[in-house]
Structure formats: C-alpha cells, structure tokens
C-alpha cells in the first residue's frame, strides 16, 4: 500500500517562506515523476510544480521564481520551497507521484494534503 505523506504546511504572513515536504513509502521499486498541486476552497485543482526522476523541474507560471521543488531519490521525498508567499498561494497543496511497487504497475498516487494559509 503506497503512502505519500506531506508536511510544512501552516500559516504564514505575506511575503513569507514554508517548506513542504513529502515522503513516499510502501514496497517501491521506484520513482517517476513527482510533484505539487494545490486547490483553494471553490476551486479545481491546479499544477504548482513537478520534477522528473533525474531532476529536471516544471513550474507553473503562477510561481515561476519564488517556488523551488527538490527532491531526494534516496529518501523517496520531493520538496517545495515557497518563497515570497502571496495571499492567493492559500490552498491545500497535494503531493503527487507515478510509483512502481513489488505488487503494482506504475500509478499515480495522492497524499492527503497539507493547508497552507497566506495572511497577515
């Protein structure tokens, strides 16, 4: 059973910075793409950033510059660094990954989220 877990999420004054983090874990062989979306409340769903299994990232154009997404194939864990963090970034951010495991064929798979609040 594959388990993405994201944390970091909080609140946060305008103009300032959170680290988001998720782990991936459950009989994995490996790692394709991974990445972050977010969806504000009465909204859909949107990209936010992604990063191939050999570091090649992809941004929104939204958080072009103030985002950065990492990731550690040891760890199974991809980052979001959020930088000058505006009120519009308020949403819950999901995790997302394409995952191979012992029992599975690659699927993509969702965390549960993680709230980040922009405010003063």
């Known amino acids: 059973q594959v388990q993405l877990v994201e944390s970091g999420g909080g609140l946060v004054q305008p103009g300032g910075s959170l680290r988001l983090s998720c782990v991936a874990s459950?009989?994995?062989?490996?790692?394709?793409?991974m990445g972050w979306y977010r969806q504000a409340p009465g909204k859909q769903r949107d990209f936010v950033a992604r990063?191939?299994?050999?570091?090649?990232?992809n941004y929104a154009d939204s958080v072009e510059g103030r985002f950065t997404i990492t990731r550690d194939n040891a760890k199974n864990t991809v980052y979001l660094q959020m930088n000058s963090l505006k009120p519009e970034d308020t949403a819950v951010y999901y995790c997302?990954?394409?995952?191979?495991?012992?029992?599975?064929?690659?699927?993509?798979?969702w965390g549960q989220g993680t709230q980040v609040t922009v405010s003063s």
């Open positions: 990063i191939t299994s050999g570091g090649r990232p």
């Open positions: 459950g009989n994995i062989i490996g790692i394709n793409v």
């Open positions: 997302s990954a394409v995952i191979k495991t012992r029992y599975t064929d690659w699927n993509n798979y």
